[in-house]
């Protein structure tokens, strides 16, 4: 059966457009830089905010109207995996991403979860096998049941440690039988509320076990997916382990996996870090670390995880510069972590906010392209960091200098002169590109 029996395949149309249901800037087909945009930006659709969130919140119960909500249980999670694969092929995404309970109702028991996690992972299978749609990542929800609520991998509890391993052997074998090309961590209860119960060196130890022990499981099956950390500082704990990409980083090296993991990155999550999004990105990138993107926005004016489509031309301008400059995501993508608001509660809005995403993040990849061919950036940045190229700055960079020199050097100095850094310029040449990408 149609579950969007209104909405037809969305095509790209062009910047002319006036249909509300085709892209305007992301043309798949389009190449840029010798590979298509769709094998450059690699979009996903997260199936917890797409096919499952309700539009319930503090103030309010669901509204959301779906036409797969009149079905329950097992029936449900069966229409939310016809309804997905329908919204996937109309939307011609490459990519989807799910929590084990995002496709499979928990059931008493373990044991009951796994045979409902059984019995949809061979619906979805079936459907992959005739769809273009892949599985970008999947991941373990450890944190929505109340056996939670002290962590999982960081639990005060040895047995919801337990629990916790067997879910995540679980949803690495569905990696492996879905083909998933990553497999994300992300430690939504792993952190704490007070430091005056917790033993924090035990928990940070029994993570790193933890982790150490999937890599050795995904070894055993021969999963060779990339292993993802998403950081976030807050939410639901007050304190997160993963707080942001410089402390996971620091994480991994102290218990030897940085050669194991890389970082899924989400925009929201860097702004409560208090960072922008591009300094995430670039931190993980310089360190070898950009793995892929939760692709959303956070609104200035709320303190907490909005999980909004991303819309930010000039935020994802700079989120497309780092990425072409890591070399493309690799086996990483660009997935919607994203939810449409309250208010747009109609099965339609759902086309909407995901055409308003890959149109933003289409424009920012053509704008981060043409920076980098006229090397707008980079040129000035070299221009700027100069003084290291010869003298005393070339000895400082060789390491053929201490400080006795260096005092010798800085005793025979006149006045130093800087010079500007020109960030209102620069600001305004991004915009400029910009607006030129739209109006092309």
């Known amino acids: ?27 798949p087909e389009e190449m840029v830089a010798g590979k298509s945009m769709e094998e450059i930006l690699r979009f996903g659709v997260a199936y917890w905010h797409t096919m499952t969130m309700d539009g319930s919140d503090p103030f309010g119960s669901g509204n959301m109207l779906r036409p797969w909500d009149r079905f329950s249980g097992m029936d449900l999670a069966k229409a939310r995996v016809e309804a997905a694969f329908e919204f996937f092929e109309k939307l011609n995404v490459p990519f989807f991403c799910f929590h084990d309970v995002d496709v499979a109702p928990e059931g008493s028991s373990l044991a009951e979860t796994y045979q409902n996690l059984d019995t949809i992972i061979v619906m979805i299978k079936e459907y992959m096998n005739t769809s273009k749609t ?10 929505t049941h109340p056996r939670f609520v002290h962590g999982a991998a960081t639990a005060v509890n040895a047995d919801v440690y337990a629990y916790a391993a067997a879910k995540v052997k679980k949803g690495l074998e569905i990696a492996k039988d879905l083909g998933a090309e990553n497999y994300v961590f992300w430690g939504g209860r792993e952190g704490y509320e007070t430091l005056l119960n917790t033993d924090m060196k035990l928990e940070q130890d029994n993570l790193g076990r933890f982790f150490h022990m999937a890599v050795d499981y995904a070894k055993e099956i021969g999963f060779t997916g990339q292993f993802l950390i998403e950081p976030k500082p ?12 410089a402390t996971g980083l620091a994480f991994l090296q102290n218990y030897d996996l940085q050669d194991h993991f890389k970082f899924n990155i989400e925009a929201n999550h860097a702004t409560l870090a208090g960072h922008t999004f591009e300094h995430e990105l670039r931190v993980a990138r310089i360190n070898g670390m950009l793995g892929s993107v939760d692709a959303n926005q956070g609104d200035p004016l709320l303190g907490w995880d909005t999980d909004e ?18 070399g493309g995501l690799g086996k990483g993508g660009l997935n919607f972590d994203a939810k449409v ?8 809005d759902l086309f909407h906010a995901h055409i308003a995403g890959m149109d933003s993040f289409a424009a920012g990849l053509k704008t981060a392209q043409k920076l980098l061919e006229d090397r707008v950036l980079e040129d000035f940045i070299e221009t700027r960091y100069n003084s290291f190229g010869s003298g005393i700055g070339k000895e400082i960079v060789d390491n053929n200098t201490d ?5 010798e050097y800085a005793l025979g100095l006149g006045e130093i002169k800087n010079d500007s850094g020109r960030t209102e310029q620069l600001k305004a040449t991004i915009n400029q590109y910009l607006l030129t990408v739209l109006a092309e």
């Open 134 to 143: 892949k599985l970008l990542w999947n991941t373990a929800n450890m944190f």
């Open 234 to 245: 807050k939410e639901p704990t007050k304190h997160q382990y993963d707080f942001d990409v």
């Open 403 to 407: 400080f006795h020199k260096l005092e």
């Open 341 to 348: 608001r309250r208010g747009s509660f109609e099965a339609e």
């Open 1 to 27: 059966m149609a579950y969007f029996e209104n909405v037809d395949k969305i095509v790209f149309e062009g910047a002319d457009s006036t249909n509300p249901l085709a892209f305007k800037f992301y043309n």
């Open 309 to 326: 489509f991303p819309t930010d031309l000039y935020a994802a301008t700079l989120a497309m510069y780092e990425i072409l400059q890591n």
